[in-house]
């Protein structure tokens, strides 16, 4: 990353800012280092509707004042909850910066949690958990990653469940925003045809008088992984599946190279080798996914596909073995240089959305402590060696290491 501008201010928020010509629409936002893993068991659910409530109010500012403010000029407001991550984000006319930054600062640090938007939320909260459980490939994800992290945070949902929907009032809302918010884990980035000295007043004038915020809370480590396997039935027509283990963490020095093995596997091209083989060779499935989420101490590496039930065991064996094939051969040169170029690829046109930016610079700076540039991380993904695939391969896809859930028609 060129040309960006790190900031911070004397309460230990941090503003990251790249200014981007030719372009009217910024795009800003708070990245907060707080997410679902962070709450502790009566809390379950918490961190999410937190981030629904915090469009319900605030000291000067009713809900439809919140949703109206950035409306009216065209523009957008939205969030989004992780395991790991809670994100307020906006997207505006640049002259309309300022007005975005103030609401976002309000939302975010001034929330009343009014009893009477609870109530409301709530049902708003449970329709969503109703719409997820109602879709199979959102429900097969929910349960898979009990399995992999079973009584840990990182296996709870992030919806939580009704029971602690159900008990939550305004003072749990108030008192997980004092154990969690924390100014120095804390970031405001932003991306548009700014000036890094505009940016940087703006966000002295908003943020720079908020009281630091210390969070004592620490994020449990997990560990004692053992493989499940677990068959479950429902109202549905085909065969849901998914399998997949611990993986690396975010500062891990194979993350990068693991997460070209699983672009191979199962990435987005269409020449994947599980597209080819459980889709475009034998027609078995719709789609393919390999994905690979890293967090602060683990990391979580899964496929997942649907499939007739007759053709479930079939298509399993096939993926183990893609398994064995990435085990047995190293890439030749040729399959190398593809791979690398496709990924350069992928990740050259992620950077092209200015929103996704905005919201990578942030959550790379907490994560990381810096902003890679591109050509840094390009490089080293021209230095990833077949041998080095070949020996992750060899460590991580091992099928009796994997996890497995498969939602299959009631008979």
């Known amino acids: ?33 707080i997410g679902s893993r962070d709450e502790l068991p009566y ?38 909850t992780t395991k790991e991550k809670i994100c307020f984000y906006a997207s505006v006319l640049d002259q309309y910066l300022e007005n975005a930054l103030e609401l976002l600062t309000d939302i975010t ?74 100014t120095g884990r804390l970031i405001f980035s932003c991306v548009g045809n700014i000036s890094p000295k505009k940016a940087i007043r703006l966000a002295e004038k908003y943020l720079g008088n908020l009281p630091v915020f210390k969070a004592e809370r620490q994020r449990r480590p997990f ?10 039935e429902r109202s549905i027509m085909q065969a849901h599946f998914s399998m997949g283990r611990p993986a690396f963490a975010l500062r891990d020095e194979q993350r990068l190279p693991f997460f070209m093995l699983t672009n191979i596997l199962g990435g987005p091209a269409n020449t994947s080798r599980l597209n080819m083989a ?65 990924l350069i690829g992928q990740l050259a046109m992620a950077e092209e959305n200015n929103a996704s930016l905005m919201l990578m610079m942030g959550k790379s700076i907490l994560d990381m402590e810096r902003i890679e540039s591109l050509e840094d991380i390009f490089a080293r993904i021209r230095k990833i060696s077949a041998s080095e695939l070949q020996y992750l391969a060899q460590e991580m896809l091992q099928p009796q290491s994997f996890s497995s859930l498969t939602l299959k028609p009631a008979k």
């Open 278 to 342: 459980l889709r475009e060779k034998k027609g078995f499935v719709y789609n393919v996914d390999a994905s690979y989420t890293p967090y602060t101490d683990t990391g979580l590496f899964s496929i997942s596909f649907a499939t007739e039930p007759g053709q479930l065991q079939k298509s399993i064996r096939l993926v183990e073995q893609e398994f064995r094939k990435l085990c047995d051969k190293p890439l030749g040169t040729l399959q190398l240089h593809a791979a690398q170029e496709q």
């Open 223 to 232: 560990d004692g992984y053992k493989p499940v396997q677990q068959e479950l």
């Open 109 to 182: 640090f001034h929330s009343t949690f009014p009893e009477k938007q609870i109530e409301k939320e709530r049902g708003v909260i449970l329709e969503e958990m109703s719409m997820y459980e109602d879709s199979p490939e959102d429900a097969l994800q929910d349960i898979f990653d009990s399995l992999v992290f079973p009584d840990h945070p990182l296996g709870h949902n992030i919806l939580g469940t009704t029971e602690t929907l159900n008990s939550f009032q305004r003072q749990h809302f108030l008192e997980f925003v004092q154990q969690n918010l924390d």
């Open 43 to 80: 809390q379950m659910g918490l961190a999410h509707f937190w981030e629904h409530m915090a469009f319900k109010g605030t000291l000067k500012r009713k809900a439809y004042h919140i949703l109206n403010r950035l409306d009216s000029v065209g523009g957008e407001l939205n969030a989004y």
């Open 1 to 33: 990353m060129q040309d960006f501008y790190l900031h911070e201010l004397s309460n230990g928020i941090r503003v990251v800012h790249k200014q981007v010509v030719h372009t009217k629409i910024v795009h800003c936002g708070f990245v907060l280092d």
